[in-house]
Structure formats: C-alpha cells, structure tokens
C-alpha cells in the first residue's frame, strides 16, 4: 500500500503508462497524486485526461495553468494557441463530463497522516499552511459555483502580484491562482515575478519562492510541479519539485511518499 505523487504529465500518456509500470501500481492497493497539468503540449491530452479521471477515487489531482487554460476555453474565455493540444477534448464526446470533472479539482490537497501537501506551482512563501488551505477552498469555491463563467474569464493576468489580505473581488481571486498555479520566483516583499519561467533569474532581488528565508512552510514537506527547469532538484528541505520536463523530451517522474524514494521513465521529444 503506497502512495506516489507524480510530475506533470502534459498528455505525454504513453509515459504515463510506462511509470506506472515501473512503479508496479495496482489501483486495488495504491493511491496517486498528481501535481497538475494533466493536458497539454503533449500528443495524448485527451487520453490522458479521460483515463486520469477515472481511476479510483482517492486518486488526487490538483489543477494546474494548462488545466486552467483548457477550462477557460470550454467556456470561450481564450482560443486555443499555437502549440496547444487539448483542442481535441474540446471536441470530444465526453467534453462535457471530463471539463465537469476537472474544474471540481482542487488547487491544494494535505494529507494530515502523510505530512505532505501537494499544489501544481507551491505555497507563497508568507502563507501558512492553514492559510494557504483556506484560501485554496476560498478560490476552489468560486471556481466550482454559480460564477465560474465569469472566474474563468478573470483569472488571466500578472496583476496584482503582491499578496495584500485587504485584496478583494476578481484581484484576490487572480492572486491566489496565480500563486498556485504560475509562481516561481518572488522577492523577500513577497512580490511574484510571474514572467521568468527559468531556472535562475537575473535580478538579484529575486529568489525561487522555496528559497524565501521567511517562509512560513519552511518545516513543511511540499510537492509541487510546474517547473520543468528545476530537473526535479530545490536544494531546499521539504520541498519536492517533480516536474522533470516530460514533454519537453527529459522524464516523467513518481515520487513514493511513505519511502521518498523516485521513479522516473525516460521521454522522447515530442
């Protein structure tokens, strides 16, 4: 019986098939976490999502900003881009169950006997735990109820990118999805710098927000995704990067919570 968090799969499904091979996982025994953005970029988008969607129920699957991106345009929020690959569940037979099923995912998933807290990007580094859950289930909440439509179409931007309490309305909204799904780097203010999707940065103000010295989950054990520059490495206790950049040609990687110990799979570009 054991519990494996898995990296960003992007509709890389053959992958996905074989790391699940590697890590010999029976649906009857094991659960798995996935650090979003199941879809996109990859060549098996809907596959994936269709077959990630029906394994069991303690599966879980935290929303990502691909996933994100292929609700918003289920809704007509965004037209797809170039280099997007989920156009084809948009078209599917089954569009509307699986988007149904994936705007009901969360944005934070902790598992209190486990010790880990798993979200597609990280925790801002000035949230706690306690908070960073309750304001995950505050955004979860509108996304899932009567004014998703308009959600959808608000959540695009870079702004603002400070945390402030007092924030309110479509900015709070954009902010704690933007921190969940699209943060990578901030300064000690707390400021996000959503546009530099590398693995170091040139101004030296800014740090990964793993780094942040502050940081209020720094005793906390986090699994995130979203980062395929990282190739899976933080230097920083407690914090687990396993987006090893599939899609990108590199690996797929499965993370054994109780062990700790990786799996990986090797990709091919796409």
């Not at 968090?5 to 649906?27: K, N, P, T």
């Not at 944005?107 to 949230?127: E, K, R, S, T």
């Not at 909440?141 to 309305?169: R, V």
Request: a negative charge; one cysteine or more.
């Amino acid at each position: 019986m054991s519990t494996y968090a898995i990296g960003d799969v992007q509709g890389c499904f053959s992958q996905l098939e074989a790391l699940l091979e590697v890590i010999d996982y029976d649906r009857t025994r094991d659960t798995l976490w996935f650090t979003g953005d199941l879809i996109n970029r990859g060549p098996e988008s809907l596959r994936t999502l269709r077959f990630i969607s029906e394994l069991p129920e303690n599966t879980i699957c935290v929303l990502g900003n691909h996933d994100l991106t292929l609700l918003a345009a289920s809704v007509g929020a965004i037209l797809p881009q170039h280099g997007d690959t989920y156009e084809e569940i948009l078209h599917a037979p089954d569009q509307e169950l699986l988007v149904n099923w994936l705007i009901n995912r969360p944005l934070m998933h902790y598992d209190p006997q486990l010790q880990f807290a798993l979200c597609h990007a990280g925790i801002y580094p000035h949230w706690s735990l306690a908070q960073a859950q309750a304001l995950a289930e505050e955004a979860q909440t509108i996304l899932q109820g009567p004014h998703s439509f308009e959600a959808l179409h608000a959540m695009f931007g870079n702004h603002p990118n400070l945390w402030d309490p007092k924030l309110t309305g479509w900015d709070r909204f954009r902010f704690i999805v933007n921190a969940f799904t699209r943060m990578r780097f901030c300064d000690l203010n707390g400021t996000l710098d959503l546009s530099n999707k590398s693995e170091k940065t040139h101004e030296a103000r800014y740090l990964p927000w793993f780094s942040i010295p502050t940081r209020k989950t720094a005793q906390d054990k986090l699994i995130f995704g979203h980062w395929a520059a990282l190739q899976g490495k933080t230097e920083t206790q407690g914090a687990y990067a396993l987006d090893t950049g599939c899609v990108w040609g590199n690996a797929l990687t499965a993370m054994c919570l109780e062990t700790e110990q990786r799996f990986q799979v090797t990709c091919h570009p796409k």
